[in-house]
């Protein structure tokens, strides 16, 4: 996009504000109008007693002269070229020598034109932060009391008004010496602001990122209902597509059941908010302005869940990787021991609880052999699969299970090529298979295997035809210990999923389906 050059801001030498050049800019502005000012005295005073032997158009081409230089100067700041302090020290040499000039064409005018050099001192060490201030006063002193000098020689002056002089040159660096230090105390604070002001525009750089990558979403809204802010997260939790306009929107636009429910709302007080995206929980955290402005916290209820289960997973895993050993060697001394008891035995009442005690010892195996499993899932090691590899491992899986072969429908391409762990993927499938059979009705056609291959990625699916899930139940189907079966140890699901997302992999159950389908994306590739 084209920029007008005129709305360009101009660039500021380096060690130089902006405002110092602003500053020139008023200075040179000051000069323009003194110039114009002698100009015009000029005029209006040509030939009258003030100016001797025709001195009157010697003053008038100084000050024409003046006037010319001072809109000269205007061209340097525009462009800011030479340096700030190069034009600065030109702008008081200049004011000096056309002063002086102007001072040389009258006696009755030398007092008061010496006057304005003052100025031009203190403006110089204004606007020059108080740089090179006593060598415009030694310059100003020096011309001035040169001028004297030449007048007195020319007979023009007197000898006993170097007093004066004197005074006027004590003056300026007088004059010089409060500027330069007014303009370092100002500067001093100019440079406190700017770094203030860095560091705040850094802080909201920081807030911003903060906000912006915030799993719970901000909504910052007024005591009128206004939409202060709203940060990304918020939008995507409420299911918002529109754009927001801070200050103009309405939270009733927004969201109008967030809205009435804010009104709700207290501090230290949470509801609970179920949008198209997921399920919310609104804090209120309020601002204490005058506009009662207050701050909405809208935490994903899921993705706390799931935190608080990888915790309960991890102490788990904790837990069993030191006591595993310690469990195992007396569940096989009670497994063995459960078999030698049955194979003594004639009674079928010892038996019974023999068979039992050997169950029971199995179930606890696998649920410790399950929870270090969970434990090892970050270990991978990836081989390609294709699809006779796939139709290997499914075959494997359904003889350890002793299903039958027109049991299982397996379609899937014959160019299917995905990565995964073998490990990995044997127990997923092995975990979606058993229980699938579990299930079904157990006949010729009960589970069905699939796989297709849409764009880049993968999709592995096994269903059966069983009575499926109830609505109720697919909400925590993928918890810890969550089962149906009395046998079964609620990690089957849970470790299936961990390890699909260790593969980078997704694992979900599909509803609506006759039966129970569950779906396995991954990516594909050789």
């Known amino acids: 996009m084209n920029v007008p050059a005129a709305t360009l801001p101009r660039p500021a030498t380096q060690g130089y504000y902006a405002s110092h050049w602003r500053s020139l800019d008023y200075f040179n502005l000051y000069r323009l109008t003194l110039a114009a000012a002698l100009v015009f005295s000029s005029l209006l005073f040509s030939g009258s007693e003030l100016f001797q032997g025709g001195s009157d158009e010697r003053f008038q081409g100084f000050a024409y002269a003046y006037l010319v230089v001072a809109a000269l100067f205007v061209l340097g700041i525009r462009a800011r070229w030479p340096g700030f302090q190069v034009q600065l020290t030109a702008h008081i040499i200049a004011d000096i020598v056309l002063v002086m000039l102007m001072m040389s064409t009258s006696e009755r005018l030398a007092g008061g034109m010496g006057l304005l050099l003052a100025i031009s001192i203190a403006s110089g060490g204004l606007v020059g932060s108080g740089r090179l201030t006593l ?10 009391l040169l001028q004297h000098a030449f007048s007195i020689l020319g007979g023009r002056g007197r000898a006993d008004s170097f007093l004066q002089v004197g005074l006027l040159c004590a003056g300026y660096f007088a004059i010089g010496l409060l500027a330069h230090a007014l303009t370092q105390r100002a500067l001093r604070s100019e440079t406190l602001a700017q770094q203030q002001a860095d560091e705040l525009a850094l802080l909201n750089r920081i807030n911003a990122l903060a906000i912006e990558n915030s799993p719970d979403g901000l909504l910052a809204v007024r005591g009128d209902g206004v939409v202060r802010h709203a940060s990304p997260r918020a939008l995507t939790l409420l299911g918002v597509k529109a754009p927001v306009t801070p200050g ?26 179920n949008t198209t995206a997921a399920l919310l929980r609104v804090r209120c955290i309020p601002l204490k302005t005058p506009d009662d402005s207050r701050v909405l916290v809208l935490e994903d209820q899921s993705q706390a869940e799931q935190a608080a289960q990888r915790m309960k997973l991890a102490a788990l895993g904790r837990l069993t990787a030191n006591i595993a050993h310690e469990i195992r060697n007396p569940l096989s001394a009670i497994s063995h021991a459960a078999q030698l008891l ?5 009674d079928a009442a010892q038996a019974r609880l023999a068979g039992i005690i050997e169950n029971n010892a199995r ?10 499993t969970l434990n090892r899932r970050d270990r991978l090691s990836p081989v390609s699969f294709d699809a006779p590899m796939l139709g290997a491992l499914i075959d494997e899986l359904r003889q350890t299970e002793e299903i039958p072969v027109d049991a299982v429908i397996v379609n899937m391409p014959d160019d299917l090529h995905f990565q995964f762990d ?31 291959a849409p764009g880049d990625s993968v999709q592995l699916e096994i269903g059966d035809d069983g009575p499926g899930l109830s609505p109720e139940h697919q909400g925590k189907l993928f918890e810890p210990f969550f089962t149906t079966d009395a046998q079964g140890t609620g990690l089957g699901l849970f470790l299936a999923r961990e390890l699909a997302e260790a593969n980078h992999a997704a694992l979900a159950y599909i509803p609506g389906a006759a039966g129970a389908r569950f779906r396995l994306s991954l990516r594909g590739g050789k």
């Open 363 to 372: 179930r606890l195996d696998r649920l410790v052999e399950e929870v270090l």
């Open 135 to 144: 060598l415009y006063a030694a310059l100003a002193s020096i011309a001035v």
């Open 248 to 273: 103009v929107t309405l939270l009733e636009d927004v969201s109008p059941v967030l809205a009435r429910l804010s009104r709700k709302v207290r501090p230290g007080t949470t509801l609970s908010l």
């Open 422 to 452: 073998p490990d990995h993927l044997r127990q997923i499938v092995w975990n979606l298979m058993r229980n699938a059979w579990r299930y079904s009705r157990k006949q010729a056609g009960s589970l069905r295997f699939s796989a297709q």
């Open 342 to 346: 049955g194979e003594e035995t004639h």
